[in-house]
């Protein structure tokens, strides 16, 4: 019998798979898919919880997300264009003009 | 039983194709990979009678924004960055860092495992109104949800232009 508790489990996973690579990865583009990688976990717990409760509310809460992940996306991945023009580099350790 | 086996492959995909997105050396393998990953969550939301929501994954993410994804990988040389060190000095760090995060996940989750086991009392006098998933996703989102909804297509417009305005040519100002 598989229960919301599994549901759970596979999102902490595949968040902390996420935090691992946007931590870890040095390419930029390997950062942003590793936030997408996250918003699924998220959406994963809402899911599960509107399965678990019966209720429409996580699944609409699921769509704002890709939502955000769209737009996210989109406006993300203008900034790196924008600054592969500037520094013709992928590598966010090359990138620190705002470092202190 | 099926739900069961269903869950653990689309689970087991999910997982693997996840973790070989953040170690592959090569962006474009990363990205069919993620394509993998979003997928096979799709097919966990059709577990979890979401067919909407299955549909919109594979229509937005996959149809979307992994393309462009692919096109930004497309328009960026790759050259250069598949030879570099792919991973930065901190990453023990992070690793350590991750695995408090997903042990403090992971025992929270197994505090609150028996109220999960057990559906909430109500669950049986609503547990047939979610049949017609589309419908009730799309009746909630046009009367309870309308303010956060429009709110939404406003952030939409705005990450429109400002991709336009990030990503064009600058032009030249005399």
Known sequence: ?100 | MLELILFYIFGAITIVSAILVITQKNVVHSAVFLASTLLSVAGLFLTLHAEFLAGVQVIVYVGGILVLFVFVIMLISLERSVTERQFNRQWLIALIAAAALITEFGYGIYRGRDSFLIPPADAQATADTLTGNTQIVGTALFTNFLLPFEIASILLLVAIVGAVVLSKRKTQVD
């Open chain 1, 1 to 100: 019998m598989v229960s919301t508790y599994h549901y759970l489990f596979l999102g902490a996973a595949l968040f902390t798979i996420g935090i691992i690579g946007v931590l870890t990865r040095r390419n930029i583009l390997v950062i942003l898919m590793s936030i997408e990688l996250m918003m699924n976990a998220v959406n994963i717990n809402l899911i599960a919880f509107s399965d678990h409760f019966h209720h429409a509310t996580g699944q609409i809460f699921a769509i704002f997300v890709i939502t955000v992940a769209a737009a996210e996306a989109a406006v993300g991945l203008g900034i790196v264009i924008a600054m592969f023009k500037n520094k013709e580099t992928m590598n966010i350790n090359e990138i620190d003009i705002m470092k202190w």
